[in-house]
């Protein structure tokens, strides 16, 4: 028998799955992915090793940014490269971590102003270095193979000033096997495996036909819409070779090297390498010639195997000397948390190496030997079933690392800088003062030459040299040599800083910001000192031309060619990098504005007027700025507007129409300030509004005016957003034609781009909030108490909605079409192909009634019986050719029935003009007009009938399972639901039936309605706070909001400071800078009555509590819950320290606990199309269950996810998540874990220590450790996922049972029964509320409960216990199931057993102790055993196949591919009429999501 593992629910497809029979993941040859090649081209697999010590640290290649110059020779036609992944270090048998990217600043600055290749891009200046350090992917996946793609590019950091060429890497992700030590890496030979790209699963079939041949360019541009099928294939070969280094002072070490790289990717490595990372100004050499920077290895002349490159110190300039100061300053900060805390530099925040002791790989190998030595198992009481207590310390505990070395105590520049000019000549480039551990103060001198000591003091300048007259060309050696302190905890701090995980320091795309932080003293820190008063607009210090032109570098990325798949990858990185970068400058910037530090552009008119521009981004504030919103709300429509509009763009730039622009926007909340960033149009300031507007209307469609140039840019976005293109009247009552809503401004910049700008109402407005008189809405919307006068008139429909609907349509649509078609062909009697297309749509006879349960669960974005029903019915539509005028007859009434523009085939669109107040329509439209206006209240009647009843079906199933706030807003905004239907979810789940199993989400969605109620009061409360008052006005706030005690007083700013002379009110302030003190008369009474009253306004919801104590007691909340909601949600953060929130004699909160206010970013996130298409075949092929396949797949998805979102990314994040998952199942438990940890560390990195994500990561970690024999290190972290929980949630969630029983089954192995019990029967009683007594995890739940009973010898309640579970499975499952069977035989067991017990005993009763007992045989459960339950909880199985079985698997799953090729190839040669409408966007948002708001894990993957 071989033993094949595959998951629960790929059993249901066992009929189609082929289970390989893996002996270890490298057991066999890896199959490529298309047509064999000879495996000796590729030397194996390689891994990234990074000189330093032998098991870490890791180098940096850089990226490459971009340079269209074909000149780069390529091998072969269709630019294949050879090269590929390298090794690094002085063994590459002993690799470490795989790399990831880790450019300093100063690194970055190393390499060459950035001039780019032939001034192509004039706008591309270099990448902010923090960002850059992430952009790089890391070493190649499990598929060995890197893609050396055709334009050479270069990061915007690193580009040189010559035309070089260069080869983009897709380095796959970090994923590379890590071979343990003294261990061949498990991977094997791999063939040279060829990457495809195409847009679909079926695209992927490799086990079809012979290879393609490579084409030239792969893709042609196609319509945005339209599906692409082209395939492009690229050939990887890996060739790289070893040059030994010669560094100044140390011994000589050889590394390995790719002809691909730059020099320049060498004096990273050397850079981040322990022994030479504290040299920056350095060139290499061989045989005595300097090698340029930016040429490729294989350009240089005489570099080969064994050659030898020289470490030549060069002589500092000021630029170089500077960077060699932030050099070291980062050295000495490597393992200061601080930058994390304070939410700077895309810095975040990481725990797990506190539960795990370091790295997983090294420790399973160190304490495998000693795993049954006694584990500590006990949890802290907090985390046991049924604590009251929630204490925040543990969220942040303390990591030893942190408590720093301290090498200096200050390192700063001097006030004698900068050098008088008779210094400057000679060579003194600037001055540093340092004092030293030992408290000795010195002065130090950087010259060209090097650093010295000179004879300066405070308050005397003298620049001679002092004694030691030593000369050091590195500073690190001068305070070596001045310092034995210094020279000892550097050397060891280096030692640390090498060892930690590559993903604990890499920067983040986007900045994540923690809403606590612990007490942390301020030190002296003279890089961000500086970094402060230059305000840092664009990195002066790197950069030639000053600030950055943003909006030229937003559109040149997005006008690079993409073509294929390599130019593809570079335009997706370009515009990923583009946007990461200027988030960030924007964000500075909008906090810099509301702070008051940017002097208006029209400063004489009021604060609220003002409008900004600071490094090139133009900034306004959320306010109604002369009536313009005057008609929609004012500004509360003004506050609205900017999000809106950054839909809009969102929904364009994902459409992607060449030749049409849209500005950079980001939308920034900070101190209760809504700031508006976006990119300047190249002009625009120089002329009016009315001039430069020719396409749409500045006056809200009085004005109208129209561009043919524009109409057909916006008619391409047209089928893909669902937009109608129609006509409208302008002032002169002209008709005047528009492809987009009247606010939607065309204006043609100087640069001669078309940009569209104001997109917020791309999408139709939403009826149920908007009355318009004499209109009345379908019944299902009057019955919910619809239309509700919103507070503003800018509500719509979401672009899910739009899309579900569409396609609900597009499924009513070919039912009525394939009906009728069918009635007519059943009368002829004709072909027999109806009959069997027949017996699929028996099920729906009634032809208007809607498809309910499809339309409702559209998970991802719609759900999949639906497809397969519409695939059927739109084979039946197309056999019917059209020419038959029946036929014709039947499509065309299909289409009246569904609202379709078009009478011969399925279209829907929209008019996003029905109902805007102010805007007319031509006589000649009324019929459309009407028409539209029906199906916008068809719209509407869709989200109230099918949307929100198929979510809360969906709670009811647990399909989904939110766990905080955030992710209950993500799972509505899935299926197109707004947060301001919160109120209707939150009614539909109190009258459904099964109420007490939706317990759970009416706690969640309680908490959200409160928290978000109280966000809406925060924001007008604080734009009256001035900035000296603003701690002591959230301090008070939190205590009205969250404190029991009855009357909390404000404390002023201290009176004894309060300036006499105040009196005279300056009236134009910078807008956070109001000085009343209105805030401070706010009662904690006051407070929850607006709140109460907001959800009832905004809501419509009643909430039934007049202070915090009567909300958590009504509604089951937890204040800590609360808390952590609101200060997400308003960028607070508080100090780290446990909180009396029920005190009633003293507040909860002073001013000392608010440390700081963050701001809340809203930004566009750029997707990695290919890679996403990638992961989408990699998971139905898992689903399918080709898990080898589905592997590859994956990897390759990493491949591309790295290469365009460097190594930190949430979706990079979904599919380590997935690899750990298929290498579990596999069995290569070691890959599993190695992944799993970077899911659990990049969770952490990019969503949050806490985010629902993020635990269930931390839960999938403790499996593989447990599987690994890791037994203790599994139990912390399943009691840290435990803790997390109860933090954000509580103890009341579904999930708490999953997590209970892995914690009770862990316990269980090492003998902890009556601990394990404790979890066990917490976990059978969430299981019972949640799922009901008679379901089968319930079941499930007896047994294990069962187990425990047994092991400890009380066989009477093992028995009830396993009575109950036998019951539910007899009546589930009936008598003849497996499960009834198992339960019943163990029930015969436990019997046996406690008879023999019960003999024993009337032994030991009859004879005394002197009887002949033979001992009692209690076996402790065996981990093999506790493994197979924990597989069984998680979701993985094992299935026994025979041999023979798997042949005939095989046999009949390639029969079904073949039918399926026959068929897809006749629908190839019918092409059914353009029926199928193009979900654009939905899907992808469904599938790309937060996998929080999904099912626990993939689909494919969960039991």
Excluded at 414 to 443: C, K
Excluded at 593 to 605: F, T
Excluded at 846 to 874: F, M, Y
């Amino acid at each position: 028998m071989a033993w094949a593992r595959v998951c629960a629910s790929c059993c249901r497809q066992l009929a189609e799955a082929v289970l390989p029979t893996p002996t270890g993941v490298g057991a066999e040859e890896r199959t490529p992915l298309l047509g064999p090649t000879p495996a000796s081209q590729s030397p194996g697999p390689s891994i990234w090793r990074v000189p330093g010590s032998p098991d870490a640290g890791f180098s940096c290649p850089t990226n490459c940014f971009i340079s269209s110059d074909p000149l780069w020779g390529g091998s072969g036609e269709a630019g294949l490269s050879p090269g590929g992944s390298f090794t690094r270090g002085p063994e590459a048998t002993r690799a470490s971590w795989p790399t990831a990217v880790l450019a300093d600043l100063e690194q970055d600055a190393r390499q060459g102003e950035c001039a780019l290749p032939r001034a192509a891009m004039a706008g591309l200046a270099p990448l902010k270095p923090e960002a850059n350090q992430s952009s790089s992917p890391g070493p190649t996946s499990c598929m060995g193979a890197k893609v050396e793609a055709q334009p050479r590019t270069r990061d915007m950091g690193s580009a040189g000033p010559e035309p070089q060429s260069g080869g983009l890497r897709c380095h796959g992700g970090p994923v590379s096997p890590e071979p343990r030590k003294g261990r061949r890496p498990t991977t094997p030979e791999l063939p040279s495996v060829m990457l495809l790209n195409g847009d679909c699963p079926e695209s992927l079939k490799k086990e079809e036909g012979p290879a393609e041949p490579p084409r030239e360019n792969g893709l042609d541009e196609t319509e945005p819409g339209e599906e692409t099928t082209g395939q492009e294939v690229i050939v990887i070969q890996d060739t790289g070779f070893s040059v030994k280094i010669l560094a100044p002072g140390i011994e000589p070490f050889s590394l390995q090297v790719s002809p691909q790289e730059m020099v320049q990717e060498i004096h990273q490595v050397l850079m981040d390498r322990e022994d030479t990372c504290h040299r920056t100004c350095f060139s290499l050499h061989l045989d005595g010639n300097m090698l340029d920077h930016f040429s490729e290895l294989r350009s240089v002349e005489g570099l080969q195997e064994g050659s030898v490159l020289r470490v030549v110190e060069e002589p500092y300039t000021v630029r170089e000397a500077r960077i060699h100061v932030r050099h070291v300053r980062d050295l000495l900060k490597s393992l200061d948390p601080s930058d994390a805390f304070n939410g700077v530099d895309c810095n975040s925040l990481s725990f797990l190496s506190v539960f795990t002791d370091g790295d997983l790989g090294d420790s399973g190998k160190r304490k495998k030997g000693l795993e049954m030595d006694p584990i500590d198992c006990t949890p802290p009481e907090y985390i046991l079933p049924g604590s009251r207590e929630r204490p925040l310390c543990p969220l942040q505990p303390q990591n030893r690392d942190w408590k720093p070395l301290q090498c200096l105590k200050v390192l700063t520049m001097s006030g004698w800088n900068p050098p008088p000019g008779n210094r400057r000549m000679h060579g003194d480039l600037m001055y540093l003062f340092v004092i030293t551990a030992e408290d000795r103060q010195v002065s130090i001198t950087a010259s060209t030459r090097g650093f010295y000591l000179n004879q300066s003091t405070a308050y005397h300048f003298n620049p001679k040299p002092a004694s030691p007259r030593f000369l050091s060309h590195s500073l690190v050696e001068l305070l070596n040599q001045i310092s034995p302190t210094f020279k000892k905890n550097f050397a060891a701090l280096q030692k640390k800083r090498v060892q930690r995980h590559p993903f604990e320091r890499i920067a983040t795309p986007f900045q994540v910001y923690s809403w606590t932080a612990p007490q942390a003293e301020h030190a002296m820190d003279c890089v961000r000192a500086e970094d402060a008063y230059t305000s840092r607009l664009g990195y002066e210090e790197h950069i030639p031309g000053q600030t950055r032109d943003w909006n030229e570098e937003l559109q040149t990325t997005r006008e690079l060619p993409r073509k294929n798949l390599p130019e593809r990858l570079l335009r997706e990185r370009a515009i990923f990098k583009v946007h990461s970068d200027f988030t960030a400058a924007a964000t500075r910037g909008a906090m810099a504005v509301i702070d008051g530090n940017v002097m208006a552009i029209n400063p004489s008119e009021e604060t609220k007027m003002q409008m900004f521009i600071w490094n090139n981004i133009f900034f306004s504030l959320g306010f109604d700025v002369r009536d313009h919103y005057k008609d929609f709300g004012g500004d509360v429509a003004a506050y609205v507007a900017p999000t809106n509009d950054l839909n809009g763009v969102r929904t364009y730039n994902a459409v992607d129409v060449e030749g049409l622009y849209t500005l950079g926007t980001v939308v920034v909340d900070y101190r209760g300030y809504r700031v508006t960033a976006q990119s300047i149009i190249p002009g625009i300031l120089e002329r009016d509004q009315e001039q430069s507007v020719i396409y749409g209307s500045i006056d809200f469609g009085k004005t109208v005016v129209s561009h043919p140039r524009y109409l057909e840019l916006l008619e391409r976005t047209s089928r893909p957003l669902k937009i109608l293109r129609h006509r409208v009247l302008n002032d002169r009552d002209e008709e005047v034609e528009l492809c987009s809503s009247v606010e939607c401004k065309g204006i043609i910049g100087n640069d001669g781009r078309h940009y569209i700008l104001d997109l917020l109402r791309t999408f139709p407005p939403d009826l149920n909030f908007l009355p318009v008189p004499g209109e009345t809405l379908p019944e299902e919307c009057t019955r919910a108490g619809f239309p509700r006068a919103h507070r503003h008139k800018l509500c719509c429909l979401r672009q899910e909605l739009v899309d579900a609907f569409v396609e609900h349509r597009y499924l009513l649509f070919m039912k009525l079409a394939a009906l009728q078609l069918m009635q007519q062909k059943a009368s002829k009697m004709e072909s027999p192909t109806s009959l069997e297309n027949g017996d699929g749509l028996s099920l729906e006879s009634k032809p208007d009634a809607p498809p309910a349960p499809e339309a409702g669960g559209e998970e991802e974005g719609s759900s999949a019986s639906g497809l397969a029903t519409v695939k059927e019915l739109a084979e039946t539509v197309a056999s019917d050719d059209g020419t038959d005028p029946r036929g014709r007859e039947v499509i065309r009434n299909a289409c009246k029935a569904v609202g379709s523009i078009s009478s011969t085939a399925f279209d829907v669109r929209f008019n996003p003009d029905i109902f805007s107040p102010g805007v007319r329509f031509p006589e000649s439209c009324q019929e459309e007009v009407r028409d539209q206006k029906q199906l916008l209240k068809d719209a509407a009647a869709f989200l109230l009938s099918c949307q929100i009843p198929g979510l809360v079906k969906d709670f009811t199933d647990h399909a989904v399972l939110p766990m905080d706030g955030a992710t209950l807003a993500e799972v509505m905004r899935q299926r197109g639901i707004n947060m301001r239907y919160l109120g209707k979810v939150l009614d539909l789940v109190m009258r459904s039936p099964a109420r007490d199993q939706l317990d759970h989400i009416y706690k969640i969605g309680i908490g959200e309605l409160i928290t978000r109620s109280a966000k809406h009061i925060f924001k007008t409360y604080l734009q009256g706070v001035e900035l000296s008052g603003l701690s002591a006005a959230i301090s008070h706030f939190l205590n009205c909001f969250l404190s029991s005690y009855p009357n909390p007083v404000a404390h002023l700013p201290a009176d004894e400071l309060i300036s006499k002379k105040r009196n005279r009110r300056r009236r134009n302030r910078p807008p956070g800078a109001a000085d009343n003190t209105a805030w401070a008369v706010m009662t904690p009474q006051e407070l929850w009555k607006n709140i109460c009253q907001e959800a009832k306004n905004y809501f419509d919801f009643s909430l039934e509590c007049e202070t915090v104590d009567q909300a958590v007691e009504t509604y089951g909340l937890q204040k800590i819950t609360l808390l952590r909601e609101i200060s997400l949600k308003t960028g607070i953060q508080i100090l780290l320290k446990e909180y009396s929130f029920d005190s009633r004699h003293k507040p909860a909160f002073t001013e000392e606990d608010v440390l700081n206010i963050f701001p809340v970013v809203k930004h566009v996130n750029p997707k990695a199309s290919d890679a996403f298409h990638f992961f989408q075949s990699g998971q139905a092929k898992v689903q399918q269950g080709f898990l080898k396949e589905g592997c590859e797949l994956i990897n390759e998805a990493l491949n591309l996810f790295n290469n365009v979102y460097g190594a930190m990314h949430v979706e990079i994040c979904a599919c380590l998540r997935l690899l750990a998952r298929l290498h579990y199942i596999m069995g290569d438990y070691a890959e599993a874990l190695s992944n799993q940890q970077k899911a659990v560390l990049m969770s952490e990195r990019v969503m949050g220590i806490e985010h629902p994500n993020t635990i269930q990561e931390y839960m999938h970690l403790a499996l593989y450790c447990f599987a690994s024999s890791q037994l203790s290190t599994a139990l912390s972290l399943l009691y840290r996922a435990r803790y997390l929980t109860l933090l954000v949630f509580g103890e009341d969630h579904p999930e708490m049972a999953l997590l209970d029983n892995n914690i009770g089954l862990v316990l269980h192995g090492v003998m902890e029964y009556d601990l394990s019990l404790r979890f066990l029967e917490n976990a059978l009683a969430v299981s019972t509320k949640y799922h009901g007594p008679k379901s089968l995890k319930v079941a499930l739940s007896h047994h294990l409960v069962a187990r425990v009973y047994e092991s400890k010898a009380e066989f009477r309640s093992a028995l009830q216990h396993e009575k109950e579970g036998y019951t539910i499975y007899k009546t589930q499952l009936g008598e003849d199931h497996e499960k009834t069977k198992e339960s019943s035989e163990y029930l015969k067991c436990l019997t046996q057993q406690a008879v023999a017990l019960q003999r024993t005993m009337n032994e030991i009763y009859r004879n005394g102790s002197s009887a002949n007992i033979p001992p009692l045989k209690f076996t402790a459960p065996s981990m093999a055993s506790v493994l197979e339950q924990l597989n069984v909880i998680n979701g993985i199985l094992f299935i026994p196949l025979s041999q023979k079985d798997l042949e005939n698997l095989k046999a009949e799953v390639a029969r079904r591919q073949q039918l399926q090729e026959a068929s897809r190839n006749r629908d190839k040669a019918e092409e059914p009429m353009a029926t199928e409408p193009e979900p654009v966007g939905a899907s992808e948002d469904a599938a790309t999501q937060p996998p929080a708001a999904k099912d626990p894990s993939s689909p494919s993957l969960q039991g």
